[in-house]
């Protein structure tokens, strides 16, 4: 792997250790991270801080005393460490102003909606209105929609369009504020 510590001198030298390092160790030093961390992007960051510190001693790597991925693991487990002891000497954090309650929305808004949404309802025929129930209000998807009606996947699917664009209609295309999915 490493042959000397004289690699490091240029930029060929230094891109052939980090690529060398990254290829043979990369991915356990990746796995045992994760594993430590239970954050792949934590795990990330800190198999990168790793793998600098061992091209900053490159001498470590070819003294002879032990292997190279123990030494990786050694490191990349004191940082790991090193990180959760610094965020548990930070005090926790409070909310700026905490006598003030947050501030509440009005649920009017909520309730003209939902009362246009049943009026609406109300003026399409019952099949169409029973597959819009399905879908939208009950959360079902097209096949669960299709099952608890008794009938096939497609006629949810040309009645679901045929609701929508008569509702669309019944508006004039106009926004009327609503929130959609």
């Given at each position: ?12 030298g ?36 790793t ?26 487990r004191?940082?790991v460490?090193?990180?959760s ?78 609701a929508?664009?008569?509702?669309r209609?019944g ?11």
């Amino acid at each position: 792997m490493v042959r000397s510590a004289g690699q490091r001198q240029g930029p060929a030298g230094n891109e052939a250790l980090i690529r060398s390092l990254f290829a043979e160790h990369g991915r356990a030093l990746l796995a045992y991270v994760t594993r430590l961390t239970e954050d792949r992007s934590l795990a990330e960051d800190i198999v990168q801080e790793t793998i600098l510190r061992a091209w900053r001693n490159p001498d470590v790597l070819v003294n002879g005393k032990g292997s190279v991925r123990g030494w990786l693991l050694t490191v990349a487990r004191n940082i790991v460490i090193d990180q959760s002891r610094a965020r548990a000497a930070r005090p926790t954090e409070v909310p700026e102003v905490p006598y003030k309650p947050p501030v509440a929305r009005d649920h009017a808004e909520n309730v003209v909606n939902q009362m246009v949404v049943m009026d609406a309802l109300e003026q399409l025929p019952p099949e169409h209105r029973d597959v819009l129930v399905q879908i939208y209000l009950k959360g079902r998807t097209i096949k669960e929609a299709a099952e608890a009606l008794g009938v096939p996947v497609g006629t949810v699917k040309s009645r679901t369009f045929y609701a929508l664009r008569t509702l669309r209609d019944g508006f004039g295309g106009r926004d009327i504020g609503m929130v959609t999915r």
